[in-house]
């Protein structure tokens, strides 16, 4: 299989099996997949008018190279190992703490009803904590890197336990062989210099919200009496930014159906000097006025391709301006492994969520519906047939990605979205998955592009 796509004045020919991206010529991003289909003879004769034969033959030569040296038309060899990884039986490597079902904004797409998630406000005790802590020991096996994220609603109002909780991790870390890597996600707006030194000296990671503009991000972020919170946090986020020396940080924002002009949102964010940058867009049903609908894709598409070209240039310009956008960065070297790319970020199995009352689910977003609880902190997962389910979702398991050229740069998607939207979570959110295909698509284009002008 291949996948072929011109963005900002380059060929792209993608061998989906190998991995392999080639920077090509008219003629053979023409012909290549004509090639595939009908062979040498008729290919010469259908681009007879437009190519003289000695350009064709040309081609064709290299395109034979290409596909001996296994880097086109290459077998899917993926399946194959597809046995062992539904086989495996795989440890916890991550949680995501809900340190807070309480937030101090009012976020109008809020997944997580204001931090409530389908329940009612409340924060984890250190108990709860450190039984979290205990349980990722319990159940990691022999691995020696663990991820703990601090998340909510709002972890910052409830920051004290997130204190116990690190300091906890780093008492057992030491008597289980175990390295604890921390993550907090805020709003900012109990952020304050004793909170971000804090951080700095204890998160490896740090996520901060911030929906770009002013006017966009105070009318979806605003507190529960309107003002909105742009003022209040922009100067605390720079000044984090700054304190981590840009970087182990990302500014998160979610664009909507109200700014389809998102890229507009990107650049004001990467002018207000963050260099690393990740805005998402909003999911979410028809029935929200918000939500990104069908016919809205080819502005989105449009604004994705403008906001590569844009990061390609101040790339290569370098300096002051120069930014990395989450949702580009792609490695085409190594990558992920073989389960990564075939099943994705580990919901439901190597990453669980914990809510403030010990309660496990797959992840932040299933939180709050009971027919996904998988267990408690205390007890452990008791949903084997659940857990089964998550860890046999994949990219082999999904119709629609047998079919999708980009399914090992997404996995599948995410099983989230899949279910509130595809009402299971092995049929993939189909918005989702044409923006991701775009996404990918930039991505490849601003190293292809680089690479071209090296040459």
Request: aromatic fraction near 10%.
């Amino acid at each position: 299989m291949i996948h072929k796509f011109n963005m900002n004045g380059v060929n792209i020919v993608m061998d989906v099996f190998s991995g392999a991206v080639h920077v090509v010529d008219d003629v053979i991003f023409d012909i290549v997949d004509k090639f595939e289909e009908y062979g040498e003879e008729r290919v010469i004769t259908d681009f007879s008018s437009k190519y003289s034969k000695e350009q064709l033959e040309e081609a064709i030569s290299e395109i034979k190279e290409l596909a001996e040296n296994e880097m086109l038309f290459t077998k899917d060899e993926y399946e194959n190992v597809l046995a062992n990884i539904e086989g495996r039986n795989p440890v916890v490597k991550a949680l995501c703490l809900h340190i807070a079902h309480d937030c101090n904004l009012k976020c109008k797409y809020c997944f997580a009803e204001e931090g409530e998630y389908h329940g009612h406000r409340s924060l984890m005790s250190t108990k709860v904590g450190k039984a979290a802590i205990d349980f990722i020991i319990k159940n990691s096996g022999s691995r020696h890197n663990l991820e703990v994220d601090f998340f909510g609603g709002e972890p910052l109002m409830n920051f004290g336990v997130v204190k116990d909780i690190v300091e906890y991790g780093r008492e057992q870390e030491k008597l289980f062989n175990k390295n604890f890597r921390y993550t907090i996600t805020t709003n900012g707006v109990l952020l304050n210099d004793e909170i971000q030194d804090y951080i700095n000296k204890h998160m490896q990671n740090v996520v901060v919200s911030l929906d770009g503009r002013k006017e966009v991000n105070d009318r979806m972020r605003p507190h529960a009496g309107g003002q909105g919170s742009y003022d209040e946090i922009v100067p605390k986020f720079q000044k984090l930014a700054e304190s981590r020396n840009q970087t182990d940080y990302y500014i998160r924002g979610t664009f909507t159906r109200n700014n389809l002009d998102f890229m507009q949102d990107v650049i004001h964010m990467a002018d207000l000097g963050f260099k690393q940058i990740s805005v998402e867009p909003v999911v979410g049903t028809d029935d929200n006025e918000y939500a990104i609908r069908q016919e809205d894709l080819p502005l989105i598409f449009a604004e994705y391709e403008k906001l590569a070209a844009e990061m390609y240039k101040r790339h290569k310009e370098g300096g002051e301006k120069d930014f990395n956008f989450f949702h580009f960065n792609i490695d085409l070297t190594g990558g992920p492994c073989v389960a990564k790319r075939l099943s994705g970020c580990g919901a439901g199995t190597e990453y669980l969520a914990v809510t403030p009352e010990g309660d496990l689910y797959p992840c932040h977003q299933f939180v709050g519906l009971t027919e996904f609880k998988m267990g408690t902190v205390f007890d452990g997962i008791n949903t084997p047939e659940l857990r089964k389910k998550f860890s046999n979702c994949n990219v082999y398991a999904k119709e629609e990605c047998k079919k999708c050229w980009a399914r090992f740069y997404c996995s599948g998607g995410c099983a989230a979205n899949a279910h509130q939207l595809g009402g299971d979570i092995l049929n993939p959110y189909e918005i989702g998955c044409e923006l991701q295909r775009k996404r990918v698509e930039c991505a490849i284009m601003i190293k292809a592009k680089a690479l071209e002008e090296e040459e």
